[in-house]
């Protein structure tokens, strides 16, 4: 297992995952970046601009993947 970080952003303003999570398949890090996702856009219910926000996920060596975030939560206010 690697440790990957997941770090949510809409270009302006981001939001630091510090510690990381053990993740190894492609599988579970998708898994993870939509739990991330979800947990953010719970942690700030009155916010609704999420159409533009993604996670970036990281590992030691840089960018893994990116992910939308899911588009049945997104929608513009």
Sequence with gaps: MAVHHFHCTNGIDMVID???R???TADEISSQ???VAAD???SVPGYHEWWNWSVHVYDAQ???EIFDFPADR???A
């Design 22 to 24: 053990d993740v190894s």
């Design 33 to 35: 970046a939509q739990a």
């Design 62 to 64: 840089g960018t893994v």
């Design 74 to 76: 997104r929608r513009a």
């Design 18 to 20: 510090k510690t990381g």
């Design 40 to 42: 953010l856009m719970r």
